[in-house]
């Protein structure tokens, strides 16, 4: 079985809600997939680092957990969400 493409692997992901985590990430799309990106791999590592496998994968599930919060409260600071539990 071939693994999908990262940014085409969203099939799970509604893309309304895809598409408002990349407009809060930047008004540019291109430099709001570069952030996305950025802040996927970031995770991949905490994930890789803490020993949780397949690390790419929970990268992918915590971008969804927070582009379905995003429906329905601010988040002011995406890349910090872990910092301060999201509050």
Not at 49 to 71: G, I, Q
């Amino acid at each position: 079985m071939t693994r999908p493409n990262k940014l085409n692997r969203r099939d799970d992901l509604l893309s309304e809600q895809f598409e408002r985590l990349l407009r809060h990430l930047d008004e540019n799309r291109e430099l709001a997939g570069e952030k996305y990106e950025d802040i996927r791999r970031k995770l991949a590592r905490f994930f890789a680092w803490n020993d949780c496998f397949p690390e790419e994968e929970f990268a992918d599930m915590t971008l969804d957990r927070v582009a379905s919060k995003l429906a329905t409260r601010r988040i002011h600071n995406i890349d910090g969400l872990h910092r301060d539990g999201g509050q």
